[in-house]
């Protein structure tokens, strides 16, 4: 496990740099910090880094920091999500977390942030098990606010509260102007394009005959087919069901002020 958490937060590092002396760590196996409590703390002379490793007392939320001589600083908060059908739930979640939440009600915060932010790295992405949220910057304010953003995205989001959301990010009915009606949406439409291609019916196609009875089996992203099946009900539920601390592992990469 410790080893599948330093390669999530390297994985997500942006431009390297190069590393002059690690960064002053003085915590110990047990110390506490605002509510964690450090577990493990080792050196990685191979990456430059002290690994440190910490646990959140109150819900068991996991937190690995790379200490290590680099500006570039990494934040990333992953949710276990194991699809259970092809609707694509996790898929829509990510796209719908970032839609506004409980303390930025904006329609779209991800675009605003994109507009001032001196962010190196800033995204989404959905894997066949899991839904993980990086950002990364040179710029300890700005690391400070687009952490606060995330967090408060997929702790509080209004997509849980306010169906429109589902509706423009998952899928929704158009009526077009002879009076028929199509579906769209942009998980939905984003799936159509993805399933036009042969290569990726025939991925999915394998998949489920390697992995008939796991997570594997099914289309984390939403097959076009599958995705006007989902409801809101359905949506929410898979929200409440992983989307808390307790389901969470937090990853920080870089010279940074911990606390």
Known sequence: MRRELVLMAM???????????????????????????????????????????????????DLVWLARAEENKTFGIAFRTPPEDDTGVAHILEHSVLCGSGRFPVKEPFVELLKSSMATYLNASTWPDLT???????????????????????????????PWVLDQEGWHYEAAGDGSLTRSGVVYSEMKGAFASPDTVAFHGLKRLLFPDTCYGFVSGGDPAHIPELTFDAFRAFYAKHYHPSNAR???DGDLDLA
Do not use: H, W
């Open 250 to 252: 937090i990853f920080l």
């Open 132 to 162: 993980c949220y990086p950002v990364s910057t040179r710029n300890a304010r700005d690391f400070s606010n687009l952490i606060e953003v995330y967090l408060d995205a997929v702790f509080d989001p209004r997509c849980v509260r306010e």
């Open 11 to 61: 994985g997500f590092v942006g431009c390297a740099c190069a590393a002059v002396e690690l960064p002053r760590v003085t915590l110990q196996t047990g110390d506490r910090l605002q509510g964690f409590v450090v577990r493990t703390v080792e050196e990685l002379p191979d990456i430059r880094a002290r690994f440190v490793r910490m646990t959140y007392e109150k819900n068991g939320a």
